[in-house]
């Protein structure tokens, strides 16, 4: 982000509501942007929007959700099966978004951490039959809460600024990702 900024500094609040650079300068650093991937072949711009942020607002709320909640999946999933949902759904985040919404710029991790929300829900009907007994009131909380946080994504997915096509792809696949991750330890009851 920093070097982002050091680039090309920051837009006027016109520009980017954010707080950031200028979205030439995101473009430049490797934005979401389908005409170039579809065109020039710059197909590693479906991963590079991951590590750009619009602005410090965006990369404060992007960083406060990896901390409360992909910290936690990961001490859950493991390393790679955490790393797995999380590139995956951010690749598949900008993928839908370029289907979706060709003609805009993105950036951001929103969509691989909404991944994370779409495999954690998914690893908890899973897993469903495995809490114990103690446990079943705990796991009913956690299930409200993640379908808190997914109606809270999508409501929130539609407001201005806000790629909600790379939000649901991200949901979408990580709840895919996990199913194939996870089945495993899917028991029948």
């Known amino acids: 982000f ?26 430049a650093f490797g934005a979401k942007n389908a005409a170039r991937i579809l065109e020039r072949d710059e197909w590693w711009r479906l991963a590079t929007p991951m590590v750009l942020h619009a602005g410090v607002l965006h990369l404060c709320g992007n960083l406060l959700m990896q901390l409360r909640t992909g910290v936690m999946l990961e001490l859950l999933w ?54 114990l007994p103690l446990d079943v009131r705990d796991r009913n909380q956690q299930v409200m809460a993640i379908g808190f946080c997914i109606a809270l994504i999508a409501l929130l997915s539609f407001t201005p600024l806000v790629d909600f096509a790379a939000h649901l792809g991200g949901l979408a696949a990580g709840g895919t990702v996990a199913m194939v991750l996870f089945a495993g330890r899917l028991q029948h009851g």
Request: glycine share 14%; charged share 5%.
């Open 2 to 27: 920093v070097l982002v900024l050091a680039a090309g500094g920051l837009a006027s609040a016109e520009e980017n509501a954010f707080i950031g650079p200028h979205p030439h300068v995101l473009d």
């Open 78 to 131: 493991g390393h790679s099966a955490w790393l797995a949902i999380y590139i995956a759904s951010g690749v598949y985040a900008s993928l839908a978004s370029c289907v979706v919404l060709p003609g805009r710029l993105g950036v951001g991790s929103s969509g691989a951490l909404c991944g994370l929300f779409g495999a954690w829900f998914a690893f908890t009907l899973i897993t469903w039959n495995q809490t």
